[in-house]
């Protein structure tokens, strides 16, 4: 895993602040196949949701500017994007928020597999690959602060870039995977501490804190 490439040129689009939302959420909402996210924080992120119906839970969040425009949790999203077969797969270092679990237990498809997610602590890594074609590194953590959602005043201060270089999706895809399938694990010197080494989980196991 410990590695450095020889440099080489690759087309990069530098985002920073509400440009994370407008391209990272903006792409993952659009995804025909797979999201994959890597993130160390997990929490509830609510997005714009223009198809709005009257019945849908809706919220404006404090500081957003979101008067007169409708909200909705990312999970429903996903519920409706694992429903169309896209494949959805959730890295994280540690357990998610209240808000985050509460949301995914209104949501059974997501909680029987449609939504896949593996917990490893040492995860620090910020990474969203949309269908295998298009890739986001940088500092922005799976938030609404991280990744824009957020008023202005109220937003991490984030970098990072977007790229379909396929040297960069391979390798990023090739990192997430391994860790996924707890390729790391064996010599891992927080085996110990772990509350489920993923080497031996099964792939579609529920989350440990999923009952919480």
Known sequence: MDFVRPRRLVPLQLVA??????????????????????TANLKELMVEDARAVPGRRRSAPRGAGGRGRHFRSVLSVFDEMAARGVELRLLHAGVPSRPFRQELRRHPRLGRGGLAMRLCPRVHLKAVIIDGARLYLGSANWTGAGLGARGEGRRNFE????????????????????????????D?????????????????????????
Do not use: K
């Open 17 to 38: 602040g509400r440009g994370h939302y407008e391209s990272v959420i903006g792409a993952v909402m659009e995804a025909q196949r797979s999201v994959w996210i890597a």
């Open 159 to 186: 970098l990072g870039f977007i790229t379909d270089d396929d040297g960069l999706l391979d390798e990023a895809q090739a990192l997430f995977d391994q860790i996924w399938r707890g390729a790391e694990c064996g």
């Open 188 to 212: 891992c010197r927080l085996r110990d501490a772990c509350p489920g080494p993923l080497d031996a989980c099964a792939p579609a196991v529920s989350p440990l804190w999923h009952s919480r």
